[in-house]
């Protein structure tokens, strides 16, 4: 019989109670992973910004707007290669309970800024020309059902027009995709002169602009160069790389990477001492069979490796279950949740990040039970027999 063989009758020797810990384990790993993948998307938008596009904002709020005159200007600044602009426009489909997020943009300069986003040469073009289309983000497209063709109403909570009403009309001429999953395809788009030329209040006015350099090297001077020019005015900015917005628009939302590693942390430490507790309690029981074990020839160093083993194995097992549960769960969730959270998933990161976790976990639960198994001494164990 060998050691494997032995590791795994000891394991699962008293069942019901190797159950119940493999379901501790699972638990806590299930919740890792799920909370795993929530966090490599929601944190996604830093990995995936061009180093060489930068992002201007009002340097009070990014919700507070900028003048339109700021886009041609900075357009003529030394190292600048292309310069769009977007304005958010805050708006629902039927139902207030029906939100999608929608920006006003310059459709030439916008495409160009974000060359990732991808649709037909018919479609792109019909968005290009059409002072009234909608440019549809795929996973939005999906989750109401539309399609090329279709006219829909879209109401803003935040702007009116000057006839005092609060709806656009538009015609759905286009719509994008990415062939990067984790790309957000969950927005629509549309021109800014249709929008602008309606508004009641706040015309000729930007929410940010996005700038592309012609070289990632240039980001600082290009980013001095547009705060500097517009220093000391009503609306002065502050640029900064994609990656750097995007990471501060996520922490508006509070600081998510601390409550998940809180709510991990406190599952793990449970789990850590219910099984530490519970391996200690496990390997006293059998403190006699561990004494004849050395009395028919097994080394202490090779007691404590299949004890330690022992401990490793239970982790492994209820944290590969609970990963690959986790996976299912999260598969099954992510096509009803693309609108939300586009290219949900348990990625490989996070998958062996968990099948880490689970070995360190075994070797701190296992550590001291393997100790102690070491320590036995045969006269003092065959004594209490």
């Known amino acids: 019989m060998n050691d494997l063989t032995l590791i795994r009758k000891n394991l699962f020797r008293k069942k019901l109670r190797a159950i119940l810990l493999t379901l501790s384990i699972l638990i806590a790993f299930l919740i890792f992973g799920v909370l795993g993948a929530f966090y490599s998307v929601w944190t996604s938008g830093g990995a995936l910004a061009a180093d060489n596009r930068l992002v201007t904002v009002n340097r009070i709020n990014f919700t507070v707007s900028m003048p339109f005159a700021y886009w041609t200007r900075v357009s003529a600044i030394e190292g600048v290669d292309n310069v769009a602009h977007a304005s958010w426009f805050g708006g629902y489909f039927q139902e207030q309970t029906q939100q999608v997020q929608t920006f006003a943009v310059d459709p030439e300069t916008y495409l160009a800024a974000y060359p990732e986003l991808t649709m037909p040469a018919e479609q792109r073009q019909a968005f290009l020309d059409t002072r009234d289309c909608l440019l ?63 508004l009641a209040f706040n015309t000729d006015q930007v929410g940010w602009l996005i700038i592309n350099t012609t070289d990632a090297s240039l980001n600082d001077q290009v980013s001095r160069a547009v705060d500097d020019m517009f220093a000391n005015s009503p609306s002065e900015t502050e640029t900064t790389t994609e990656a750097a917005f995007n990471e501060a628009f996520a922490n508006q939302f509070g600081n998510i990477a601390l409550i998940l590693l809180f709510v991990v942390g406190s599952a793990f430490t449970t789990i850590l001492i219910i099984v530490g507790f519970t391996m200690v309690t496990a390997i006293n029981e059998r403190t006699g069979e561990i004494a004849v074990m050395k009395t028919l020839g097994f080394p202490a160093p090779r007691i404590f490796r299949m004890v330690l083993a022992e401990s490793v194995m239970l982790s492994l097992v209820g944290g590969l279950l609970g990963l690959g549960l986790a996976n299912l769960m999260i598969t099954g969730v992510a096509d009803a949740a693309a609108a939300f959270l586009p290219g949900l998933a348990l990625s490989a990161p996070v998958f062996w990040v968990g099948v880490g976790l689970a070995v360190l976990l075994g070797l701190l639960t296992g550590i001291v039970p393997a100790i102690n198994a070491q320590r036995v001494k045969i006269i003092t164990a065959l004594g209490k027999q």
């Open 136 to 198: 549809v983000g795929a996973d939005l497209a999906g989750q109401y059902g539309w399609s090329v063709g279709d006219t829909i109403p879209l109401l803003s909570n935040i702007w009116q027009k000057t006839d005092g009403t609060a709806s656009w009309t538009f015609n759905i001429c286009a719509i994008f995709d990415a062939e990067d999953d984790k790309v957000p395809a969950n927005y629509a788009l549309f021109h800014y002169d249709y929008y602008n030329e309606a």
